[in-house]
């Protein structure tokens, strides 16, 4: 994972001050590639823990085309609770005089988790944040874009439109509602000499909270679509549009930065016949051993 921390250097040392939509600022860079061999090993950063359960649990999300947190909160996974937190925290009154990171507001996100979890109709009302990743794989205006590219990839290998797009213009005022708009927007998938391998298009990266589940997720995908189609994995390609540090994260990258990478770990995965037939219980991460968890805030 060298080149991940090569990228975090580049940014402190290359990057531009900018404003942005969080008002938190960035330094930020405008396009950057990584590339993973995935033969070397499974990408998950090692510099700081990373949670392969939350990875884990938010891809099988995105693959059954949910877009309601309860799923994601009832297995610990509080990655995307933020941003239907604050649409509810407008949308009942609630925000007025709230300190977004304050005692009182960590106590009302809480509570909010709370409700999702034991409320159904709350879940229903409050949980969902709109036709984002998993609702455009599976139905893009009435396209299942997933299974497509699975059984393009079984009967025309060679093909050059192997394409899956989360950005879907007509939809993105609906995803700003209770959450935003996809950063990682167009995969596509290539096969050579019995490998499969992926690229992913970022238009939005945030490179110390989010590029490391990111690159580890799409690793992931690659993997489970390579076993159903017989293919071997290959490369993961990550390209980066606006590549930025978070202001309120730079003491985090020093301190990542100190530390030395170890070797990258495996990842078992059970054969299954279907894509749409995975369960957390059909994978195991081997062999993971990374420095200490680096807490810091989302910029929401």
Not at 1 to 25: A, H, P, S
Not at 89 to 105: D, I, P, R, Y
Not at 157 to 175: L, T
Not at 227 to 236: A, D
């Amino acid at each position: 994972m060298e080149q991940y921390l090569e990228l975090l250097k580049e940014i402190k040392t290359k990057g531009v001050q900018k404003d942005d939509r969080t008002g938190t600022g960035t330094i930020s860079i405008f396009g950057h590639q990584m590339r993973f061999n995935l033969q070397d090993g499974f990408p998950l950063v090692t510099t700081k823990k990373v949670n392969f359960d939350l990875i884990l649990h938010e891809l099988l999300w995105f693959i059954r085309g949910e877009t309601n947190i309860e799923y994601l909160v009832k297995n610990k996974v509080n990655i995307w609770n933020e941003w239907p937190f604050q649409s509810w925290l407008e949308k009942t009154g609630q925000a007025n005089g709230l300190v977004m990171h304050s005692e009182e507001w960590k106590i009302k996100l809480a509570e909010f988790i709370e409700f999702i979890k034991n409320d159904a109709q709350f879940s229903r009302d409050f949980g969902d944040l709109g036709p984002v990743y998993g609702k455009q794989w599976r139905d893009f205006e009435g396209v299942d874009q997933l299974n497509q590219v699975v059984e393009d990839l079984k009967n025309n290998p060679n093909s050059r439109r192997h394409i899956v797009s989360a950005w879907n213009p007509k939809e993105i005022p609906m995803m700003v509602e209770s959450g935003l708009p996809p950063c990682h927007t167009l995969f596509q998938f290539y096969v050579s000499e019995g490998k499969l391998s992926c690229q992913l298009y970022q238009r939005s990266a945030d490179v110390f909270l989010g590029v490391p589940f990111n690159i580890a997720s799409y690793a992931l995908l690659t993997y489970m679509i390579a076993s159903v189609t017989n293919l071997e994995p290959g490369e993961f390609i990550h390209t980066l549009g606006d590549t930025h540090i978070y202001l309120n994260h730079l003491d985090q990258v020093t301190e990542q930065l100190s530390r030395d990478p170890h070797v990258l770990p495996k990842i078992k995965i059970n054969e299954k016949e279907s894509l749409f037939d995975y369960v957390y219980e059909d994978f195991e991460l081997l062999g993971y051993e990374s420095h200490p968890f680096i807490s810091a805030p989302i910029a929401v």
